[in-house]
């Protein structure tokens, strides 16, 4: 079972690319998440969606952008890379249930230079 | 906001023993969901336990359990017989109900590291 699926693994940046995150689930969950981990804090939450079609914004989601034009797929999207985004990313899915768990990727480390 | 707070950065204990992780929230609503997520050096984000706010019996999962005391706004991890494969860090997360009309977002502590001796 694949679950939730975060490509690339590692990136480096320069300051001012941009790039995208990608982000695939195969459990037909309707609600997906993107998170940014800082070193020796928790998650943050930066965008999320309820389906397809739909998004909205976390705690932190200045100098980011996501789309979701299908269930499966939820990229996220970086324009103008600073070094203030250097951080771990995650990507999400829950069913929506009351209980609602969120199934996590195995993240992506981005480092802007 | 609901906040998260763990206030142990880090932790040690021995292996086949029992350690105690804490956790403590603040919010204002009485129903909610509350989390204990590992994560392990290879940093994927793992399910350990949940608490529905609206039960009173402390959720167990093998040797992992959980005291809840809602009105202390408390949520302790309880981890035993401890095994060299539970060193990773902890994070303690809570959600609101979405039957409530709450978030979907989870609002996370800032985690504790375990290590376990051999």
């Known amino acids: 079972n694949a679950g939730v699926t975060q490509t690339p693994k590692f990136r480096i940046l320069k300051i001012g690319q941009s790039m995208t995150l990608q982000c695939t689930q195969d459990?037909?969950?309707?609600?997906m998440y993107w998170y940014r981990q800082d070193p020796g804090m928790g998650l943050k939450l930066i965008y999320y969606?309820?389906?397809?079609?739909?998004?909205d914004k976390g705690e932190v989601p200045n100098g980011y952008n996501v789309s979701r034009s299908t269930t499966e797929d939820f990229p996220l999207r970086l324009e103008l890379a600073a070094p203030s985004q250097t951080s771990v990313y995650f990507c999400?899915?829950?069913?929506?249930?009351?209980?609602?768990?969120?199934?996590f990727g195995a993240g992506t480390r981005l480092s802007v230079l | 906001a609901q906040t998260v707070t763990q206030s142990q950065p880090e932790m040690s204990v021995q292996e086949a023993e029992t350690v105690t992780l804490s956790c403590t929230y603040d919010?204002?609503?009485?129903?909610?969901?509350l989390f204990w997520y590992k994560q392990p050096p290879s940093r994927q984000m793992i399910l350990v336990i949940r608490?529905?706010?609206?039960?009173?019996q402390n959720a167990t999962e093998n040797r992992f359990s959980v005291n809840f005391q809602k009105a202390a706004k408390s949520f302790s991890l309880k981890i035993s017989d401890s095994q060299l494969g539970d060193a990773a860090m902890y994070f303690c997360?809570?959600?609101?109900?979405?039957?409530?009309?709450?978030?979907?977002?989870?609002?996370f502590g800032k985690g504790t590291k375990l290590t376990v001796n051999p």
């Open positions: 919010t204002s609503e009485s129903d909610y969901y």
């Open positions: 608490q529905e706010a609206y039960k009173q």
């Open positions: 969606s309820v389906g397809a079609g739909i998004t």
């Open positions: 997360a809570y959600r609101s109900s979405l039957s409530q009309g709450g978030s979907e977002k989870l609002v």
């Open positions: 999400a899915s829950s069913d929506g249930t009351a209980a609602n768990i969120q199934y």
């Open positions: 459990m037909n969950h309707n609600y």
